[in-house]
């Protein structure tokens, strides 16, 4: 694919990736600092709605694998969830005056509903549109150079407003809502737009109890779910509270908008840096040495922070930022190698499933690290609203800057023993390529099911 169709490909991950600052970083601030709603019950809310699109995630991957339209599979999902998105933006960013944990867990539920639908197509259309093992590391890159760029665009919001004398108020999040608004139709009428999508290799498709067996039964793609819930429980320990360690911390809330800004946008230099390293030495582990780097930032030099260091914090932030590019960019190129892996084994096309099974478990990392830790900083004696002492100060300081490294460290070994490789992966393409070289262009066939091929399995000793 030309290099300009994957950016178009690309731009609807713009206002998705705008989302990420906001619920993840700023939303917790915005509800307990601004609307009065205690850390606990903002982290249980935030919990149960995450809860909630966690359980829809693998029965909308499903049903997107299912859906056969004039304009595809994909396509129809894409544009139902766009106005479910632009809804959630105006009741998430800009709640009534009396709003309540309530409101919180109906307008994330919503959110997180078109977000999910949106997603989960975006990024199974991904996989399908370029087969190769480098290719899919091309148009992750693309991919996330547009996520970084929503997402520094999202962080210019407060670094702008703040200039103005804003803070993480109504004000700021109002305009990333409108944002949100204006941006997700156009990018997603771009793409669908431009870039046409492959045709579905027709199948019966397998009794859904036993597709999730035969997905569960894939070893890489449980490695890579395991690997990737828990090194985002660790990143979304940090970024739930970031805002309340530089405000409280380190006493310079001003600096918020240019942490955020150093920290995603060196994100978008460090893509082409990270795909050139991992077409040296393989995604799995240009990922896995990312998180060493990206442990020995947070676990040593953080915690040298004290307050009134708010500018160094954020030069430390910009190297955080260009670190984290392989893992928060790479392993969406290797769900694609995944899988093809699959449908060598079942000789089913289930890129939607597939992912939709993966976001339910990368879902589960933001729910427990919120729904955990701002609790916990609560019950240390930690006020979102201010007047802590130093030991409420201390416990923040350690949770933000040590309770990630476990989680960081369990998914950078994973990473590191991810059995496919470039390789490995061309060993499957050539089979699959062999495979539809035999299906005459005039006809097609049942592809033949993981039971089949289980019975009479293709001699494959590479296999992962």
């Not at 359980?55 to 595809?72: A, E, H, Y």
């Not at 045709?199 to 067996?213: E, G, N, R």
């Not at 569960?216 to 490695?223: A, E, G, Y």
């Not at 990392?365 to 979102?384: D, H, N, R």
Request: charge should be positive.
């Amino acid at each position: 694919m030309a290099a300009w169709r994957m950016a178009i490909y690309a731009l609807p991950a713009i206002p998705m990736a705008f989302l990420f600052v906001p619920l993840t970083a700023l939303l917790p601030a915005f509800y307990a600092q601004e609307l009065g709603v205690s850390l606990s019950a903002v982290g249980g809310f935030l919990l149960v709605s995450r809860l909630f699109d966690m359980g829809i995630d693998p029965g909308l991957g499903r049903l997107s694998d299912m859906t056969r339209s004039r304009w595809g599979r994909r396509k129809p999902w894409m544009v139902a969830a766009t106005p479910i998105v632009m809804l959630g933006a105006w009741m998430v960013f800009m709640p009534p005056l009396n709003a309540t944990g309530v409101h919180l867990l109906v307008a994330t539920s919503v959110i997180y509903l078109g977000a999910s639908m949106l997603g989960l197509a975006f990024s199974a259309w991904g996989a399908e549109v370029v087969e190769s093992y480098h290719g899919r590391s091309k148009i992750a890159g693309f991919r996330e150079a547009a996520n970084v760029l929503g997402i520094v665009i999202a962080s210019a919001v407060p670094a702008v407003t703040g200039l103005y004398g804003h803070a993480v108020d109504r004000f700021t999040m109002s305009v990333m809502g409108w944002i949100v608004i204006a941006m997700t139709p156009l990018t997603v009428w771009a793409a669908l737009r431009f870039i046409p999508e492959p045709p579905a290799a027709p199948h019966a498709p397998s009794p859904w109890a036993k597709t999730l067996s035969t997905l569960f039964r894939n070893k890489p793609f449980r490695l890579l779910c395991v690997a990737y819930v828990v090194l985002n429980i660790g990143a979304s320990i940090a970024n739930a509270t970031l805002v309340f360690f530089i405000s409280h911390y380190l006493k310079q809330p001003e600096v918020i908008g240019p942490v955020l800004l150093a920290s995603f946008g060196s994100v978008l230099v460090g893509v082409p840096l990270w795909v050139r390293i991992a077409r040296r030495i393989g995604k799995h582990r240009a990922a896995g040495i990312s998180l060493f780097i990206a442990m020995s930032l947070s676990g040593v030099v953080a915690m040298q922070m004290q307050a009134g260091d708010g500018w160094l914090f954020v030069g430390l932030m910009s190297l955080c930022g260009l670190t984290s590019a392989a893992f928060l960019t790479l392993p969406l190129g290797i769900m694609g190698d995944i899988i093809d892996y699959d449908a060598l084994k079942t000789g089913e096309a289930r890129g939607g499933l597939f992912f939709g099974v993966w976001a339910f478990f990368q879902q589960i990392s933001p729910a427990v690290a919120i729904g955990v830790t701002l609790p916990l900083l609560e019950s240390l004696g930690f006020s979102a609203k201010g007047g802590n002492d130093a030991e409420a100060l201390r416990a923040l300081k350690y949770v933000y800057c040590l309770g990630p490294l476990p989680f960081m460290l369990a998914g950078a070994v994973m990473f590191m023993t991810f059995p496919i490789d470039a390789r490995r992966h061309g060993i499957i393409r050539r089979r699959l390529d062999a495979r539809a070289a035999r299906l005459s262009p005039g006809a097609w066939r049942i592809e033949p099911s993981a039971a089949s091929l289980a019975a009479k399995p293709a001699p494959t000793p590479e296999s992962p």
